[in-house]
């Protein structure tokens, strides 16, 4: 597939979502931290719990993809916290610069990149590798998040309150009990989790038609360069390191390259670790992904 049509079937229907956000700010101006927290503690723990219940995927790869998603990033934070030494971040800033580079779009953008890219196969692993990539997000992100301006102790308590580590933990115990759940509930669970990533991208829009770019811009386009460049280096040569092949390899190097995840500015706005400063990240790398991932489509195709 040539570079334009990998852009136009693959990343331009996402970026007609993000517009569509976009324009209802612009004309309705919507309260997102409301809705934020709905995708919070309803749409993505519904998303997690409902993927993970109905994962064809071996489990070989599935422990593949787990561990891949753990050495990943594993790997950028000491990249990421390298950096908040070199720069000399305060308490606050280097928080809200972890969750720019660490916590990546594998739900709203990894979802569909790799869905239209990749086809079934890949959203099955894409599933996979966004419950791994969100129970980091909600157990480190969380603590990142908090740590900036509370203690220790109050920071790990934060953790507990995450429902989509509640919500993994369910679906694996259902699977390795065998449990049968009732019809209404799957169906419950499995069109809440439909609504996670419209309403994510819906929200990234919106956001994105409120953020300015005119403070911390040098910081900003640090962040995004981590993000979108040094992160596909580190992915690309974990993958050949763990011997990934096929849809497996495709899927976690794209995932793991994909912008900066709205469930950042939501821990940061919740924890008031610098918004703004994520909110400038996730608007630069979302739209610097348009060239980096289109490249990066191209290749692995």
Same mark, same amino acid.
């Given at each position: 597939?040539?570079?334009?049509?990998?852009?136009?079937?693959?990343?331009?229907?996402?970026?007609?979502?993000?517009? +569509?956000?976009?324009?209802?700010?612009?004309?309705?101006?919507?309260?997102?931290?409301?809705?934020?927290r &709905?995708?919070?503690?309803?749409?993505?723990?519904?998303?997690?719990?409902?993927?993970l &219940?109905?994962?064809?995927?071996?489990?070989?790869?599935?422990?593949?993809?787990?561990? +891949?998603?753990?050495?990943?990033?594993?790997? #950028?934070?000491?990249?990421? %916290?390298?950096?908040?030494?070199?720069?000399?971040?305060?308490?606050?800033?280097?928080?809200? +610069?972890l %969750?720019?580079?660490?916590?990546?779009?594998?739900g709203?953008?990894?979802?569909?990149?790799?869905?239209?890219?990749?086809?079934?196969? @890949?959203?099955?692993?894409?599933?996979?590798?966004?419950?791994?990539?969100?129970?980091?997000?909600?157990?480190? @992100?969380?603590?990142?998040?908090?740590?900036?301006?509370?203690?220790?102790?109050?920071?790990?308590?934060?953790?507990?309150? !995450?429902?989509?580590?509640? !919500?993994?933990?369910?679906?694996?115990? &259902? *699977?390795?009990?065998?449990?049968?759940?009732?019809?209404?509930?799957?169906?419950?669970?499995?069109?809440?989790?439909? @609504?996670?990533?419209?309403?994510?991208?819906?929200?990234?829009? #919106?956001?994105?038609?409120?953020?300015?770019?005119? *403070?911390?811009?040098?910081?900003?386009?640090?962040?995004?360069?981590?993000?979108l460049?040094?992160?596909?280096?580190?992915?690309?040569?974990?993958? !050949?390191? #763990?011997?990934?092949?096929?849809?497996?390899?495709q899927?976690?190097?794209v995932?793991?390259?994909?912008?900066? !995840?709205?469930?950042?500015?939501i821990?940061?706005?919740? +924890?008031?670790a610098?918004?703004?400063?994520?909110? @400038?990240?996730?608007?630069?790398?979302?739209?610097?992904? #348009?060239?980096?991932?289109?490249?990066?489509?191209?290749?692995?195709?």
């Amino acid at each position: 597939m040539s570079l334009l049509g990998v852009f136009a079937n693959v990343l331009l229907p996402i970026f007609i979502l993000l517009t +569509f956000g976009f324009l209802l700010d612009r004309r309705f101006s919507p309260d997102i931290r409301s809705l934020s927290r &709905v995708a919070f503690y309803v749409l993505s723990p519904s998303l997690i719990f409902s993927s993970l &219940v109905n994962s064809t995927v071996s489990g070989a790869d599935s422990s593949r993809i787990f561990v +891949f998603v753990i050495l990943s990033t594993a790997l #950028m934070a000491l990249v990421a %916290l390298l950096t908040c030494r070199l720069l000399r971040l305060d308490r606050i800033t280097q928080s809200a +610069f972890l %969750l720019a580079t660490l916590l990546l779009n594998s739900g709203n953008f990894g979802l569909s990149v790799n869905l239209f890219a990749f086809g079934e196969a @890949g959203l099955e692993r894409a599933a996979l590798f966004f419950v791994g990539s969100a129970v980091l997000a909600n157990t480190v @992100g969380v603590f990142i998040a908090a740590h900036g301006r509370t203690n220790l102790k109050e920071a790990l308590l934060s953790v507990l309150k !995450a429902p989509m580590v509640y !919500a993994a933990a369910s679906a694996f115990a &259902v *699977n390795a009990l065998h449990i049968q759940l009732p019809e209404p509930l799957l169906k419950t669970m499995n069109t809440a989790g439909q @609504g996670a990533v419209p309403v994510m991208l819906l929200i990234l829009g #919106m956001q994105l038609a409120r953020t300015s770019l005119q *403070n911390d811009i040098p910081l900003i386009g640090v962040a995004t360069a981590l993000r979108l460049v040094v992160a596909a280096v580190v992915a690309w040569g974990l993958a !050949a390191v #763990m011997s990934l092949e096929g849809v497996t390899r495709q899927v976690c190097i794209v995932e793991a390259s994909t912008p900066t !995840a709205v469930t950042s500015l939501i821990l940061a706005t919740e +924890f008031d670790a610098r918004p703004q400063l994520v909110t @400038g990240v996730i608007f630069l790398s979302s739209l610097a992904s #348009m060239l980096t991932l289109t490249v990066l489509i191209h290749i692995l195709l």
